[in-house]
């Protein structure tokens, strides 16, 4: 590496990306503007929970509020696939493209309906692309075999194994794999053997293990990241606080950024 390089993350935050995802963006081009470099996406599809793509779009006459989901084809995909296992079902795309004509602009509703990604992280990506908030940013994704295999060993992870006919995103908690129902409730799966490449990060071991392979010099951060961030696991990295957006939880569908 010969400069800086800016790097941002988040998991798949919406069909319509969340306005925070978009206020990362900009502040890491603002960034990337006074001090060069590369910009990277640590795209973190690993990630299992369906409330993460929920989108919340606002009625372009009424401003009306309204949160649209992906559908899923099954209860275990629902609760336990990583995002990039979770299928779209067929029909969907077009369903919600009929209803989004009040609350966007027809060039995204457009957009939409060209995506033909199969699952839900690979969606995301795709439509974030169509619209033009990548452009010029290099994406890793925490999904991505090599990756996984070039990064370092973390004491707290999840580990993608088999479970019901599906890819689920199991904590390995004791030398054991287990699916959280919520609550006190866990699953304990049958233990199988894995390797690296079936591995994601915690939480809270996600800044060590992502800077083992991307050596970022930047990493913008949003308020709720900053306050769970093991900054001391990575000691030479600058953090920097994303600029404010309003409304920053719903969905973000300008025409430019």
């Known amino acids: ?17 969340r306005r925070f995802l978009a206020a990362k963006v900009l502040t890491a081009r603002r960034l990337q503007a006074e001090i060069g470099g590369e910009v990277v996406f640590f795209y973190h599809d690993s990630d299992h929970d369906p409330r993460e793509t929920q989108t919340t779009l606002r009625h372009r006459e009424t401003g009306e509020a309204r949160t649209l989901n992906f559908a899923f084809e ?9 995002l990039y296992a979770k299928r779209v079902p067929a029909g969907w795309r077009d369903n919600t493209a009929r209803q989004l004509t009040p609350y966007v602009d027809p060039r995204w509703v457009a957009a939409f309906r060209q995506v033909a990604a199969t699952n839900v992280a690979d969606f995301c990506l795709e439509m974030y692309r169509r619209m033009g908030l990548l452009e010029g940013i290099r994406v890793a994704r925490s999904s991505d075999a090599g990756l996984r295999g070039a990064a370092c060993d973390v004491p707290e992870f999840f580990v993608d194994v088999p479970f019901n006919g599906e890819t689920v995103r199991a904590r390995f908690v004791d030398g054991a794999l287990q699916l959280h129902e919520g609550g ?9 053997p894995f390797s690296k490449s079936q591995v994601s990060p915690t939480r809270d071991s996600r800044l060590r293990w992502m800077q083992s392979v991307l050596h970022c010099t930047h990493y913008v951060a949003g308020a709720g990241e900053q306050a769970y961030l093991r900054k001391e696991d990575a000691p030479d990295v600058v953090f920097i606080s994303r600029d404010p957006i309003e409304r920053s939880d719903e969905a973000y569908c300008e025409i430019s950024i």
């Open 1 to 17: 590496m010969t400069g800086p390089l800016i790097c941002f993350g988040q998991q798949p935050c919406g069909f319509f990306p």
């Open 74 to 82: 099954n209860k275990t995909q629902r609760k336990f696939s990583p």
């Open 184 to 192: 006190d409730s866990f699953v304990t799966l049958p233990h199988v």
